[in-house]
C-alpha cells in the first residue's frame, strides 16, 4: 500500500467528487495521504479533512508565495494547532524565487515556522523551488537537521540532494520524474539512497504521465511508483514498501 506524503484535497478542483473520490483510495493501493496547509484557508480545511478520513493526516504551515499578509495572531494559530490530533509537520514552508516576490519577507517566514516545529517537536515539509543555496543556509543556520522532515517536489541535481540528506532530510518525489524531459531528477530518483526517499503527487498538481495536464490524484501515484522503480531495477512492490517505511518514519507515524 502506497503513502502519499503531500497532497491538497482542501483544493476546490477537489469540490464535485472530493468524497467519492478518497474514499475510493485504498481500492486504489492508497494507504495514507498527508494533506499539507499552503495558506490559512487551506490549514482551516486540513483540520476538517484529518477528522473525516481515517487514513488521512495532516500538516499546517504557510507556502512562501503566501506569506505575505500573514499576521501575528495567523502564527499563533498554526501553533495553537500543531498539535491537534493527526497533524505530523508544519508544512510546507520554505522559498520560491520563480516570482518576483521579496525574499526577505520568505526567509522571515521560513525561520518563524521552523521555530514552532522546534518548540512542538515537529518535522517539516519544505518548499524550494529557484532557491536552492538560500533554502540550504537557512536550514543549517537553524539546525534543521534538529526537525528533520523532507524536502518536497524535489527539483535540484544529486549534489544538492546529497546536502539535504546529509542534514537528515527525505527528498519527496512525484510526478515529474515521469515526464520525458525530467533526467535531472530521473538522475536523482535513480542514484540517491532508497531509504530517504519518499513519494508524493501534490495533487491536484503535477499529474504524471500520461495524464500529464489533467487533476492529479493520489490514485495516480502508482505511476511515480513504477517509473522509480524501473528506474533503479527493482520491484514496485520492494519501492512502495521501502518508501511507506519511510514516509511513516519521517512522520512519526506508529503502525
Not at 170 to 180: C, P, Q
Amino acid at each position: 500500500m502506497i503513502f502519499d506524503t503531500h497532497a491538497h484535497y482542501d483544493d476546490e478542483r477537489f469540490n464535485e467528487d472530493r468524497e467519492e473520490l478518497l474514499g475510493s483510495m485504498r481500492n486504489h493501493g492508497v494507504e495514507f495521504i498527508v494533506n499539507i496547509g499552503s495558506e490559512m484557508e487551506t490549514c482551516y480545511d486540513t483540520l476538517d479533512l484529518v477528522k473525516k478520513y481515517d487514513f488521512m493526516y495532516g500538516a499546517l504551515g504557510i507556502h512562501p508565495d503566501c506569506v505575505y499578509d500573514l499576521t501575528d495572531a495567523d502564527y499563533k494559530w498554526i501553533e495553537e494547532h500543531i498539535n491537534d490530533d493527526k497533524i505530523v509537520a508544519v508544512g510546507e514552508i520554505g522559498l520560491d524565487y520563480y516570482r518576483e516576490y521579496d525574499k526577505d519577507v520568505q526567509k522571515e517566514a521560513f525561520v518563524r515556522q521552523m521555530e514552532i516545529a522546534r518548540r512542538n517537536n515537529k518535522p517539516i515539509v519544505v518548499h524550494s523551488r529557484d532557491a536552492a543555496q538560500d533554502t540550504y543556509d537557512i536550514m543549517k543556520e537553524y539546525h534543521a537537521e534538529e526537525l528533520g522532515g523532507v524536502v518536497h517536489c524535489f527539483s535540484y541535481p544529486m549534489e544538492m540532494a546529497e546536502r539535504f540528506m546529509d542534514m537528515g532530510f527525505y527528498i519527496g518525489i512525484g510526478g515529474v520524474v515521469t515526464f520525458k524531459n525530467s533526467k535531472k531528477l530521473q538522475e536523482v530518483a535513480k542514484a540517491m539512497p532508497l531509504e530517504r526517499l519518499v513519494l508524493e503527487t501534490d495533487c491536484p498538481y503535477l499529474a504524471p504521465d500520461p495524464h500529464r495536464g489533467e487533476r492529479n490524484d493520489s490514485s495516480y501515484i502508482s505511476y511515480v511508483a513504477d517509473r522509480i522503480a524501473e528506474l533503479r531495477g527493482i520491484s514496485t512492490r520492494e519501492l512502495v514498501d521501502i518508501t511507506t517505511a519511510n514516509a511513516k518514519r519521517m512522520y512519526r507515524i506508529e503502525d
